[in-house]
């Protein structure tokens, strides 16, 4: 039977209806089974029960109900997160169900459970704006708090926990509500505290004290009120605080803690009764507290240690070990062990440094226990226990920090035991694991010497070379040039243990290897048939190391010679070495008198002073008629060699032996300056003597004088000493001593950093002295003071004066002048007035030592002037001419900027990636390189190339560039068409510097169409 349209249509409809009255039926049905399973604690069966009901039933008016269950039933069986993601899908899902607002709650609650804290701020956050229940929204806005607080945004949390406390009136009374603030107020000052805002914090503990005085958040309030007392500086008020906390809530857990503070503060402030006091009451008043009494007897164990006092730090910290565990008594084994290491009673170190090892494995100063274990059983001998405990110590840290000392130490381990390959290729794999450090340094070292030791030479020919390649310039570079050239020698490959020999005499002239490295290059121009260069060798090696084969007129003549020709330091050497070969030659005495007037006068001489004191000292005792003011030229030595006891005593005999000595008034001088430092009265004596024995010597009268001023200035005698440089100038006001003391007082000033007086002084000694040669100096030291001041723009006319007026022979001073001139007026803001001081600068020192920063601050000044191709020009210049100068990196930055506003983005994307590649940047450097970078591949349209590198700006150290970074970055994905992610660029900015310039450039873009 054919069937119409129509009959078709109602019997579908019949049918429809049957089949969702059996739908209903069943939902209702597996709806019900679930919520007894859920109700009976069954959550396994209820979560899988309410899970299909929500997939076969999506639409059935308990779905909502459904996915709620499914979040209850998550957080009864403590899956936080994955109760919060429920509940999260229940709201989104049924926005309009009546559980939505619960869900939306709930979300934020299990994410905080979870420890999710974003995600939980997040949800909290959402339900300020969007739920309906008022005591939700009053919970939301302080677990939203709590979230930020446990995300270190301590700034944030504040803002979140006053949402809480500006609701109405009538939402902070009810009673939920109510109980959580004082815990709002107090959390306010805790995340106040932690942002380090500590007058802020104090505040906000007030009101917890004001609002809720009997509450027992009150001495909690009361302990950050103190912290923030003690951050401040604010200690009186701080132990006060602290005090009143114990006083007043004495049964607080945190009243212990109250008086251990106190015993810091007070130790501290090295007031120790106080800080006596406070620990005995910790000890008595709460035995159950032994951990801040331990803690107080390590921290004054700490001081001791500190102090270098290891015995007395050594019995402090036995004393804090008795009966201590966990933390505080690995701190008192690690204390223990290294005052009696510095002790170098090895035995207990050895016991302390084990026991920390063994009973505190985790304490943070195991790793540096370990290896000081180690040393210390070196010290005492035992090599085999110091490689067993390093090389256990290397399987745990094989690449750790200290891996490559312990490497180091156990090669020395090693090798103390005989077994010499272990310890090269010990040694070896120090040296590749620290390619610039001293200790791979010292390993090559070692791993040259053992191969030499052993006769193989090529290998160690590699190690010594590898060192120099290094270290070229450590003072332990003429060890290895020295076994560079045996290793050759020991090869027969003479041209290359010349060269090693040569760099060690050339380099390291002093050494103690020269006079062997000398010999070792006569045998090697011999094996080579150089017989000539032998021979100049040979002469050379007699001339500083002499042998009995030169007779002893040849040498006291070379020594008079030498003498004539002012060759002073040669002169030494050949008087020595005739004292040396003839002891008992009749030129003895004049050569003694001739070796001591030439150490004398031997600029540059190790040891010169000392040397020429003890041989004139040996003149006057042994030979007094050769040199009959021998003592007097001792004294005068010993002043030059800074040993004024040994001065005082040559120069006190000179005047008592010979009063009337044409001397006598100038030893009386010099006795007076060696006695100034430790006798300023005797010294003061001293120089009234000299100055009553010059008579009418008024220079030397003058000079006595102002040493005698000098003499109780030192001494702190400063009332005094001014009365003696005004006496001075009172008795000689035309004498060349009056202005240098008024330039030495004003100096002073400058020197304490006192620089408005300095510059009052200099400009008052200007006024005084018209002509006198200090004049120039004087400008500029006025100079130096007015810039230290920040008056860049006083400064640059005083510079131009003291460019002007110094001598040539202060040349170095002049360009000084010159330059720091230019210096200070582009400081002073005037790039104009620069470029002109910079032009005259370079005019006149050419090959200047500043002109590298002359060039950088011209550059800088044409930039200043928007000049941006001279800009680009002068710096591409210096960066040219001094590649490797200290303002080569900033140049290059600032040659990019300039070629940037010349938008020759090409070239200016160049400069900065060859700035990029430098190695060991500054940081700030790298990231505005990186952002200039991105913002030139920008207007390139390298949308993708600009954002690599704005990202890596946006995630380095520098966060003054981070804003710049993600605005660019955002403008790139914008123009990608990744508009989300421009967005929440842009986004970023607001949020992290709502007050930046960047901020205002986010929002207007974020109003444009399109982003």
């Known amino acids: 039977m054919r069937l119409t349209w ?14 969702g009255a059996a739908a209903a039926q069943q939902s209702a049905t597996l709806y019900q089974s679930a919520e007894a399973a859920f109700v009976d604690k069954q959550y396994d069966k209820a979560l899988t029960t309410f899970k299909q009901f929500v997939e076969r ?65 997040f949800a909290y956050f959402n339900y300020t704006k969007k739920g309906t229940n008022t005591v939700y929204r009053a919970q939301a806005c302080y677990w939203r708090a709590e979230a930020y607080y446990q995300l270190g945004r301590y700034e944030d949390a504040v803002k979140s926990y006053q949402e809480l406390l500006a609701l109405p009136a009538e939402n902070l009374a009810e009673p939920t509500v109510a109980d959580l603030l004082p815990y709002t107020r107090y959390s306010i000052a805790v995340s106040l505290f932690e942002a380090k805002k500590y007058p802020e914090a104090l505040d906000a503990a007030k009101q917890v004290l004001a609002k809720h005085p009997q509450h027992p958040v009150v001495a909690d309030a009361l302990w950050y009120g103190g912290q923030a007392l003690r951050q401040a500086k604010q200690l009186n008020e701080a132990v006060a605080w602290f005090q009143r906390l114990v006083d007043e809530h004495a049964k607080s857990a945190l009243a212990p803690d109250a008086l251990y503070a106190i015993v810091e503060i007070e130790q501290a402030r090295g007031r120790r009764e106080a800080a006596q006091k406070a620990a005995d009451r910790l000890a008595k008043e709460y035995p159950g507290a032994d951990a801040q009494s331990k803690n107080a007897r390590l921290r004054m164990a700490n001081e001791r240690l500190t102090a270098k006092d290891y015995a007395a730090a050594a019995k402090l910290y036995r004393e804090a070990l008795a009966g201590a565990s966990g933390d505080a008594a690995a701190a008192a084994l690690h204390g223990l062990a290294e005052a009696s290491f510095e002790l170098q009673q090895w035995d207990e170190a050895i016991s302390a440094y084990r026991k920390l090892i063994d009973q505190h494995p985790r304490y943070q100063t195991v790793n540096r226990a370990k290896l000081r274990l180690g040393e210390a059983l070196l010290r005492k001998g035992d090599p085999a226990g110091a490689e067993t405990l390093y090389r256990d110590y290397l399987k745990g840290t094989p690449s750790g920090t200290d891996a490559v000392l312990a490497r180091y130490n156990l090669a020395l381990a090693v090798l103390q035991q005989g077994r010499k390959d272990d310890a090269i290729g010990l040694f070896g794999e120090v040296a590749n694991a620290d390619q610039k450090g001293d200790t791979g340094g010292s390993a090559l070292l070692e791993v040259g010497r053992l191969q030499l030791e052993a006769r193989r030479f090529a290998e160690s020919r590699v190690a010594y070379q590898e060192f120099l390649r290094r270290l070229p310039t450590r003072p332990e570079a003429a060890t290895a040039h020295w076994g560079s050239g045996e290793a050759s020698y020991g090869l027969k490959d003479w041209n290359r243990a010349a060269t090693a020999y040569k760099a060690l005499v050339d380099g390291f002239p002093k050494h103690a290897l020269v006079e062997r490295a000398y010999y070792r290059l006569v045998d090697v121009y011999r094996a080579l048939g150089q017989m000539d260069t032998a021979n100049q060798y040979s002469a050379k090696l007699k001339q500083l190391f002499p042998t009995s084969k030169l007779t002893a007129a040849t040498v006291f003549a070379s020594g008079r010679e030498r003498f004539k020709a002012k060759d002073y330091k040669g002169a030494v050497t050949a008087f020595e070495q005739f004292l040396k070969q003839y002891p008992d030659h009749e ?24 040397r020429a004191a003890l041989a004139y000292a040996d003149l006057a005792k042994n030979h007094p008629t050769v040199a009959p003011d021998a003592l007097f030229w001792a004294g005068s030595a010993w002043t030059e ?28 001088l010099l006795l007076g300056k060696a006695l100034a430092a430790k006798q300023p009265d005797e010294a003061v004596k001293a120089f009234t003597a000299c100055a009553e024995a010059a008579k009418d010597d008024l ?19 400063e009332e005094a000493a001014y009365t003696a440089f005004e006496a001075l100038v009172a008795d000689d006001p035309t004498g060349r001593f009056a202005p240098e003391a ?18 009052t002084a200099y400009s008052e000694w200007l006024k005084a002295f018209g002509t006198h040669s200090l004049r120039a100096r004087v400008f500029y030291n006025l100079a130096l003071a007015q810039e230290a001041q920040g008056q860049f723009a006083g400064a640059a006319p005083n510079y131009q004066q003291a460019a002007g007026q110094l001598p040539v022979a202060d040349d170095d001073l002049k360009q000084q002048a010159a330059y720091r001139r230019g210096f200070c007026l582009f400081k ?11 032009d005259e600068f370079e005019k006149g020192w050419p090959k200047s030592k500043l002109r590298a920063e002359a060039a950088y601050y011209r550059g800088r000044a044409l930039l200043e002037q928007d000049k941006w191709a001279e800009a680009a020009t002068v710096l591409q210049n210096a960066i040219n001419a001094w590649p490797d100068h200290v303002l080569t990196a900033s140049a290059r930055l600032n040659l990019g900027l300039a070629l940037q506003n ?16 430098l190695p060991d940047l500054a940081d700030d450097l790298v990231a505005q390189a990186q952002v200039h970078l991105g913002e030139s591949l920008y207007a390139q349209k390298k949308h993708a190339e600009a954002l690599d590198v704005l990202l890596r700006a946006e995630l380095g150290k520098v966060e003054t560039v981070r804003p710049a970074a993600r605005y660019w970055a955002a403008m790139c994905y914008n123009q990608q068409g990744e508009v989300a992610k421009a967005r929440e660029k842009l986004q970023a900015i607001i949020n992290d510097t709502p007050q930046s310039e960047w901020a205002q450039k986010a929002k207007a873009a974020l109003n444009q169409p399109g982003t």
């Open 587 to 610: 030129d003895t005495p004049v050569a003694k008198a001739n070796l001591a007037a030439s150490l004398y006068l031997a600029d540059g001489l190790p040891d010169r002073w000392k």
């Open 699 to 717: 220079p030397l009268r003058s000079e006595a004088r102002s040493e005698a001023a000098w003499a109780l200035l030192a001494a702190g005698r």
């Open 828 to 838: 002073a803001g005037d790039p104009a007035a620069a470029l002109t001081a910079f």
């Open 6 to 19: 129509s009959r078709v249509g109602w019997t579908a409809s019949v049918l429809v209806l049957l089949l």
């Open 57 to 121: 039933y999506p639409d059935d008016r308990l779905a909502a109900r459904a996915l709620h269950r499914i979040g209850e039933c998550h957080g009864a069986q403590q899956r936080f997160e994955e109760a919060a993601l429920a509940f999260q899908v229940c709201y989104k899902r049924y926005p309009d169900a009546a559980v939505a607002d619960s869900a939306m709650f709930n979300e934020g609650f299990y994410f905080f459970k979870a420890q999710k804290w974003q995600p939980a701020a």
């Open 742 to 759: 008024r330039f030495h007082l004003a100096g002073r000033l400058h020197q304490q950093k006192k620089y408005a007086e300095a510059v």
């Open 902 to 917: 010349l938008q020759k983005y090409s070239e200016a994307v160049a400069v900065y990636q060859a700035l990029l590649k």
């Open 641 to 668: 060699a800074g040993d004024s006891a040994q001065a005082a005593t040559a120069l006190r005999a000179f005047v008592t032996q010979q009063p009337t000595s044409t001397y006598a008034a100038r030893a009386w």
